[in-house]
């Protein structure tokens, strides 16, 4: 069928059936939809037969690139094999069972049980049911409250969105749930004002002691937070903040959960987040790279300790999905794994590309629209400001972002605008000559944005 139309016919289909996630949907009646057609590598085609080279690796999560075979020919034969069973009631099969060896072997230690999902919204919500069936099991049924921070990203369901500390998605959805307890973000560059970024970075931590000490340690079941802070604009923590974060969850006896929805699977030049900041998380959602995005699937890696309470203190935990574990998903999801593990390809983001990417992306702070070029492996983010030396932010949020945006499409790069931050998470098998690519595309675009600026100044 896609074969047969064109954009325009495409388009009116789309905007006649289609209600799409996380789009104003005034402006794509007005626009129409890009509609992607294809990809490879690194790079995608839309049905006008643009090119892109995708600075997002779709939504953080095509970690391995597009157009893998060995992901296809997996899928192919598990669903020759066994298309679907559930693992419910004392049920496996063997995608799922490797899938979980693998996982407690690529996890940092202590993590060795794995409760599988569908997403990453699930995996939190998972975390929420966990959790507090821990704290019951062990007799403290009044432990309940999850501590998360402001402008988190932890997905979209209703738990997803009550932990995530996104203010225009409560704001619609009379979010969050109760339960639910926020505290400040530790980004130094918006917040931090005059102080020291190490200051900064221990003051914001022991909120989260204040908050524990408010509502008494009693009811306290959980801490949440992303190792960096992704949708919410690539927040990188001061050094002194997850060593004093660690100090305050060792000292009360709460749980830390450690989304690893996007850090996971290579994006920060380690396995996992946890990794590049030396946590010990009690739970860990995750999803995105663990399949590339090539099937949906998620999961909560458990620690040991958590494990034996629920495994041996508890008869049947009420929770799952049809899907938990889906066979096809879950030989997906092995199959990249091999392919990140085999072809160094974390390994590589660590010590090579990673590296690259990083030097090329701080020459961009030297452009008078930049106030801060940072990153980690292949995380980066700029921040749009109207004045350099003071971080003043422009008048109007969010503008001159979606401008740079829009020129980095024009230029055949996708990069994207959080705001006035513009951020990048792109596929990890990115060479020295994309990331070239990437950086001076990212220049161009920058500069028409200042050129339209002035222009309108
Ligand atoms: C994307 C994301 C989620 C939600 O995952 P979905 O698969 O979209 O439900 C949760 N946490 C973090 C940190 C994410 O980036």
């Known amino acids: ?117 569908n ?47 996104m203010s225009a998605m409560h704001a619609q959805g009379g979010l969050p749930i109760p339960g639910i307890e926020h505290i400040d973000q530790p980004d130094w560059y918006k917040e931090g004002g005059d102080e020291d970024p190490a200051e900064f970075g221990i003051r914001i931590a022991r909120q989260l002691e204040e908050k524990i000490l408010e509502h008494g340690e009693s009811r306290i079941a959980a801490f949440i937070a992303e190792p960096i802070q992704g949708a919410g604009g690539v927040i990188i923590p001061p050094a002194t903040y997850w060593p004093e974060i660690k100090r305050i969850c060792n000292h009360y ?105 990083q030097e090329r992306w701080a020459s961009l702070a030297d452009h008078p629209l930049v106030g801060e070029a940072r990153g980690v492996g292949f995380l980066g983010a700029l921040e749009l400001v109207a004045d350099k030396s003071a971080r003043k932010p422009f008048g109007s949020p969010g503008a001159v972002g979606a401008i740079c945006r829009d020129s980095c499409y024009e230029n055949g790069l996708i990069m994207r605008a959080v705001g006035d931050t513009m951020i990048i998470s792109p596929p990890l098998i990115l060479t020295k000559e994309h990331i070239d690519e990437l950086v001076e595309t990212a220049h161009r675009s920058l500069d028409q944005t200042l050129a339209k600026l002035t222009g309108m100044r």
């Open 1 to 117: 069928m896609t074969n047969q139309l064109n954009t325009q016919e495409l388009q009116d289909l789309d905007r006649d059936h289609f209600l799409h996630p996380f789009t104003n949907y005034k402006e794509l009646n007005r626009k129409g939809s890009r509609i992607i057609t294809r990809a490879s590598g690194p790079y995608l085609w839309d049905s006008e037969d643009n090119c892109y080279l995708d600075g997002m690796a779709g939504l953080w999560c095509v970690n391995i690139g597009y157009g893998r075979t060995e992901l296809a020919a997996a899928a192919q034969k598990q669903m020759s094999e066994l298309p679907y069973y559930n693992t419910f009631f004392q049920t496996a099969h063997p995608p799922a069972i490797e899938l979980a060896s693998l996982l407690s072997e690529l996890t940092p230690a202590g993590l060795n049980h794995v409760f599988f999902t």
């Open 119 to 165: 997403s990453g919204s699930e995996a939190n919500d998972t975390v929420i049911r966990t959790a507090r069936q821990y704290w019951n099991l062990l007799g403290q049924p009044e432990k309940q409250i999850f501590i998360s921070r402001k402008n988190a990203y932890h997905g979209s369901t209703m738990a997803g969105a009550s932990l995530g500390g």
């Open 253 to 357: 006896q709460i749980l830390l959960v450690v989304d690893e929805v996007i850090c996971g699977f290579g994006r920060t030049g380690k396995w996992f987040g946890s990794d590049l900041y030396d946590i010990s998380p009690d739970l860990m959602p995750i999803a995105k790279g663990l399949s590339s995005g090539y099937l949906p699937i998620g999961g909560v890696m458990i620690a040991d300790h958590v494990a034996r309470v629920l495994t041996e203190e508890g008869d049947e935990f009420a929770h799952g999905f049809t899907y938990s574990g889906h066979p096809v998903c879950s030989a997906v999801a092995c199959a990249n794994l091999r392919i990140l593990r085999d072809e160094n390809i974390v390994s590589n983001v660590d010590s090579v590309t990673g590296p690259y990417l």
